[in-house]
């Protein structure tokens, strides 16, 4: 290859590398296909390739061209680091701490290493390795925007919230431009109630990238926060967010246990029954609201000026489902007493009078809203999404033809799957992240 080919190559990188930067990717990646028309196996072009490939979602076909740029160019740590990430957003976790390790040999002085792995150990939940890979790769690079902000991240996490809140400052004084410092800063300030200070950062994220889903989903979250009743469902939440996996299934699992102990106690005696009462009742309430509290919160955020723009397609879906299944359990209920219909409450027995199916219906529509509400807590495109999809389209199909055939062994199989739902969708949403 001669002088002016090379030459020719350089300038396509240049100009790809500079596109990249202005993340205008589709453009960046024409640049870096000229370069490969004339050299097909040139690591460094395929290495950029891969990191478009990966910004613009297409993971699988990102990793291909990173694995072939290693394969081209085995003496270069900063293609290893394009592999790791490549692995890593594919959820190979245990290659791409092979490849971190492939290049920390080749330059242990490389920040974006530990910056990678504090990102591999936030997604794995350990919040302590977060933050300490975090600050082995501040002490080679102090001024790294990106991992002073994971180090405020895995602060907040570990319920640290005044350093969170310091490192967030010093993050902002260093790059004030920085639409994800400024999203950041926008969560710490919700961790600590400081709910409009958090919409003034979650505006300026969006106003220097629009795109920024971090910075949106904070901004619905802060707005949202604003009412006392969703301000306890939104703490709960960020708590819940805290915990790894186990001891979230300790702490759901524990709850249900309490409530069955409770509903034993209830049966005991009318004394235990008064005092266990609001327990049980606090329960369901608690398991209600925290599958649907999320959508139905979204469907008023629908009618905010500023909020309305922050939601994403996949919320307005979930609102809209979830509020057409409480509008018409609202009718079926509206129906059933203007038909003459009536419930008793006086004796031993609980007596719907009437056209009991009506009301039946309206129960029923009203639980559905906890599978409906529940399958968006699940990514789009996930193994997890469509399982739950599944699962809320089998309850409903049997809930209809409980309603249809009268069969009782068909209704108490849906109640059941409701009772249920808390345990089979957590653990559907934990081990379904994998996408179709």
Known sequence: MGFTEIKTMFQH????????????????EKEYFKILTAAPNNPFALAMLAQCYLETNRKKEALEFAEKAVANAVESPTIYYVLARCQFYNKL??????????????????????????????????????LVEAERGLMLDPEEVILINLRARALVKLNRKEEAANTMDYALHRAPQSSYSHANKGWVSVERDEYEAAITHFKEALRLDASN?????????????????????????LWMGKLQE?????????????????????????LMAMLMTPLIIAYILFAFSSWIAMPISNLFL???PLGKHALEDDEITASTMAGGLAGLSILSFIFFFITGGSIDLTGDDFIIEGYASLFLL??????MMIPIGGLFFAEEGTVGRRNLTIFAIGLGIVGGLALL????????????????????????????????
């Open 405 to 436: 055939t009268d069969i009782s062994i068909l209704l108490m199989v849906f109640f059941i799957g409701i009772l249920g739902y808390s345990f089979v969708a957590s653990y559907i949403i934990g081990k379904g992240a994998k996408e179709l």
């Open 246 to 270: 186990k001891y979230r299934w300790g702490f759901v699992i524990g709850l249900y246990v309490l409530y069955r102990i409770a509903l034993a106690l209830a049966e005991t005696s009318d």
């Open 213 to 237: 889903a971090y910075a949106k989903s904070g901004l619905r979250e802060a707005i949202k926060a604003k009412n006392y009743i969703y301000r306890g469902v939104l703490k709960y939440f």
């Open 93 to 130: 976790i245990d290659k791409a701490l092979v490849s971190i390790q492939s290049g920390q040999q080749l330059d242990p002085t490389n920040s974006d290493f530990f910056l990678l792995k504090s990102q591999i150990a936030f997604y794995q939940e350990n919040w302590e390795l977060a």
């Open 13 to 28: 990188l240049e100009r790809g590398n500079i596109l990249y930067q202005q993340r205008r990717y589709v453009e960046a």
């Open 362 to 367: 309206g129960v029923m529509l009203l639980l």
């Open 302 to 304: 629908r009618l905010h």
